[in-house]
């Protein structure tokens, strides 16, 4: 029997507060009667908007105070972003549903110029180092500029910062009415995405059987196995928000395809290549693609970024 009162855990962004809604909503749906209440936590990844995350370090910079408010009992599930969830969690806590995706591809917002049509040494703005990876190896002429902030805060750094273009997420976009703004979807050959990026994960105490039974419709088979993949092989990698590691599956009927990305941060060496197995198997071939990965030349490369990124932390204060 589903509880008479539940407490989702959120950030406070606007795209945070639309997915934590939508849950809201569907639970409501699902559930005449019950009383869901919205709980907003500030993270770290929330507080530190002046440096670049891959200069923050660490993992879980979106979820860490989401999940000790989850341990200290305050909240009953969390909802996030995919693409924000580490492969790892605290001890009785666990991902239990994976929502289906959303768009997951890049999109370009620009002065009505396609990213092909970009003038020589434009600077593009991005808050993620595979983006910013991917399209330097196509066009290495390009000035890239770090943004934060929301959704909304960095399209308009568009204008604010005279750039000539950003690039953001198509989820984030489509959900919260920014479509029409769009110039452009990239290719997932151009720019694949993050991992599980598009997708929602609601996460709860794994000992915690009624609210597991109440949400369990959430999950979509599909997206569940082509992200479970996706983060096994950002797992192997060890890998976070920090690196230029990139992974997309798509299931067919039984059949998984994924593809995997690793690159230096300027582009300049990237290894990228693809597997296809059984759903069933979705983890051992995110291990598997990952293995090909490293034995090709990401290992050399990621260790790389790792020693960089360590250097980063012990020079900026956080």
């Known amino acids: 029997m589903a509880p008479k009162q539940l407490r989702i855990g959120t950030r406070a962004s606007q795209?945070?507060?639309?997915?934590?809604?939508?849950?809201?909503?569907?639970?409501?749906?699902?559930?005449?009667?019950?009383?869901?209440?919205l709980v907003k936590i500030k993270t770290m990844g929330d507080k530190i908007l002046d440096v670049p995350l891959a200069q923050?370090?660490?993992?879980?910079?979106?979820?860490?105070?989401?999940?000790?408010?989850?341990?200290?009992?305050?909240?009953?599930?969390?909802?996030?972003?995919?693409?924000?969830?580490?492969?790892?969690?605290?001890?009785?806590l666990g991902l239990y549903c994976i929502t289906e995706r959303?768009?997951?591809?890049?999109?370009?917002?620009?002065?009505?110029?396609?990213?092909?049509?970009l003038p020589q040494g434009a600077r593009i703005g991005t808050s993620a180092l595979r983006r910013q990876a991917q399209l330097l190896k196509v066009r290495p002429d390009l000035q890239m500029v770090i943004i934060r902030g929301n959704v909304e805060t960095r399209i308009r750094k568009l204008t604010e910062e005279n750039l000539d273009a950003v690039i953001l997420a198509a989820a984030g976009l489509k959900r919260l009415g920014f479509t029409d703004q769009?110039?452009?979807?990239?290719?997932?050959?151009?720019?694949?995405?993050?991992?599980?990026?598009?997708?929602?994960?609601?996460?709860?105490?794994?000992?915690?059987?009624?609210i597991k039974e109440t949400i369990a419709f959430f999950n979509h088979p599909d997206t569940a196995h082509a992200v479970r993949a996706e983060r096994a092989l950002l797992?192997?990698?060890?890998?976070?928000?920090?690196?230029p590691?990139?992974?997309?599956?798509?299931?067919?009927?039984?059949?998984?395809?994924?593809?995997?990305?690793?690159?230096?941060?300027?582009?300049?060496?990237?290894?990228?290549?693809?597997?296809?197995?059984?759903?069933?198997e979705c983890e051992k071939l995110g291990i598997a693609l990952a293995e090909k990965l490293l034995a090709d030349g990401a290992?050399?490369?990621?260790?790389?970024v790792y020693q960089r990124e360590v250097a980063r932390e012990k020079e900026i204060p956080v």
């Open 15 to 37: 795209l945070a507060l639309w997915q934590a809604n939508w849950v809201k909503s569907e639970l409501e749906k699902r559930y005449p009667g019950m009383a869901v209440e």
């Open 56 to 92: 923050v370090g660490g993992k879980g910079l979106f979820v860490k105070e989401i999940e000790e408010a989850m341990l200290r009992g305050e909240i009953d599930i969390a909802v996030h972003s995919m693409k924000d969830v580490p492969t790892e969690f605290p001890e009785g």
């Open 102 to 117: 959303e768009d997951p591809r890049d999109a370009v917002i620009s002065r009505g110029v396609t990213f092909a049509d």
């Open 182 to 210: 769009v110039s452009e979807y990239l290719p997932v050959e151009l720019s694949l995405p993050a991992i599980g990026q598009g997708a929602l994960g609601i996460e709860c105490r794994l000992d915690d059987e009624t």
């Open 235 to 243: 797992w192997r990698c060890e890998g976070g928000c920090q690196v």
């Open 245 to 280: 590691i990139a992974a997309h599956g798509q299931v067919s009927g039984d059949t998984l395809s994924l593809t995997g990305f690793v690159a230096s941060v300027d582009g300049t060496r990237s290894v990228k290549d693809s597997l296809t197995g059984p759903v069933t």
């Open 299 to 304: 290992h050399e490369i990621l260790a790389e």
